[in-house]
């Protein structure tokens, strides 16, 4: 009799991926779809929920059959996604009332400097590890509720459900079964108590997002339910759930405290596992939850940089304004005098992520104008960004 086969869906920001796996972690076959990306204005980025969806069931599909086995073959399926980009979706018809807001997207910094002027950010870390910054999930929540016409009303009669990619798609998957998410995910939306773990009133409050919307609190290696039998076949059940920094983490080996993996997808993210004990950062770092196992809860420092492997994808898109240099070679003569490199485009330790001790610069957008890669001489360049504030050295500071 042939092993059973894991099936691993993998939605990223820029594609989705399905991956068939033996028990002993070979790659059998995979498939992928590409994902469209809708810059609606200077600074925000949503995806179409539903395309995505639509694509997972695709990809899903095709790896089994590029693997040359039956569907009953599969024992499980694994999900992983990109973590902080928020759904809002109708639960008598599944529709979502928005494109979904990607993690990258902007829009809620007013919000957030708001909150930040207030003095909320202190108690909000202390709770969640986390920063105010439109980056998370919890603000975006917020601005479909207030944004969407008749949103926030239909939210207070119960008829919406809310949450991160992971829990849209086992929603989808499941039929409307299941609304649920894991630990990880929960844990980068502003509104999740990492030391409680569960959803928290004061954060609710906060945000103003009912707690109503959100799913259920799950491990990462649980029950999430089946998929429809009609969407792939047969009913597989869903055993395993993490965002895609944490999944990497694990996929790593990092599974003890001190040992630290740095992958590059459409951004750059460092984590250190610092085990069962939280380590609080004194630059900024994002404490954060790494994995939740039989209710034990292991934490992470993170720092990331938003584009670093998207670069080239981004760059025959065309999606990025930068100096055009002068012809090939010329990638290291468009650097300004008295410019520096930008502090989020390389990591010099933790303590230059971009979500470390330096906020995000939000003068830095994507650019909607797409060029196919052979209008710019030389093709693919080094991102270096004069910086126009005066006075601002590169000098190394201790964390």
């Not at 002993?24 to 076959?29: I, P, S, V």
């Not at 008598?92 to 003095?119: F, M, S, Y």
């Not at 992971?166 to 990492?194: E, M, P």
Request: aromatic share 6%; net charge positive.
């Amino acid at each position: 009799m042939a092993d059973p086969l894991i099936l691993s869906l993998d939605q990223g920001t820029t594609s989705t991926r399905a991956i068939v796996f033996t028990p002993a972690g070979q790659a059998l076959a995979e498939a992928g779809r590409p994902l469209k990306q809708v810059y609606p204005r200077d600074g925000w980025v949503e995806h179409d929920a539903d395309e995505i969806f639509q694509a997972s069931v695709d990809v899903l599909r095709e790896a089994v059959e590029r693997a040359g086995r039956d569907i009953s073959a599969v024992a499980a399926i694994g999900i992983t996604n990109q973590r902080e980009t928020a759904v809002i979706w109708d639960r008598r018809t599944g529709k979502p009332i928005h494109n979904a807001i990607v993690w990258q997207d902007r829009r809620t910094e007013p919000t957030c400097l708001r909150l930040r002027d207030k003095g909320c950010e202190p108690r909000v870390t202390e709770l969640t590890g986390l920063l105010l910054d439109p980056y998370f999930s919890g603000t975006k929540f917020a601005w479909l509720l207030d944004h969407v016409s008749g949103a926030r009303a239909a939210a207070e009669r119960g008829e919406l459900m809310a949450g991160t990619i992971d829990a849209w798609l086992i929603w989808k998957l499941t039929g409307g079964r299941v609304h649920a998410t894991d630990a990880t995910n929960a844990s980068r939306t502003l509104l999740f108590d990492i030391g409680a773990g569960e959803w928290s009133p004061e954060l609710s409050e906060l945000l103003d997002v009912p707690l109503s919307l959100l799913p259920e609190v799950r491990d990462c290696a649980g029950d999430f339910g089946e998929t429809e039998a009609g969407l792939l076949g047969r009913a597989i059940p869903i055993r395993g759930v993490a965002g895609d920094q944490q999944a990497a983490l694990m996929g790593q080996g990092c599974i003890r405290p001190g040992e630290m993996k740095a992958t590059y997808g459409t951004g750059c993210f460092l984590l250190i596992n610092t085990g069962e004990t939280r380590a609080p950062s004194r630059s900024r770092l994002l404490t954060t939850v790494a994995a939740r196992l039989g209710g034990r809860t292991t934490y992470a420092l993170e720092g990331a940089i938003f584009i670093a492997g998207a670069r080239d994808p981004v760059d025959r898109g065309g999606a990025w304004r930068r100096r055009r240099p002068a012809g090939r070679g010329g990638a290291r003569r468009q650097r300004p005098r008295g410019s520096r490199r930008h502090p989020g485009a390389r990591l010099h330790g933790p303590r230059r992520a971009v979500v470390g001790r330096q906020r995000p610069r939000r003068d830095l957008r994507p650019d909607p104008r797409r060029r196919p890669r052979g209008d710019r001489p030389g093709g693919l360049r080094r991102l270096r960004l004069a910086d126009p504030r005066p006075g601002r050295g590169d000098a190394r500071r201790r964390p």
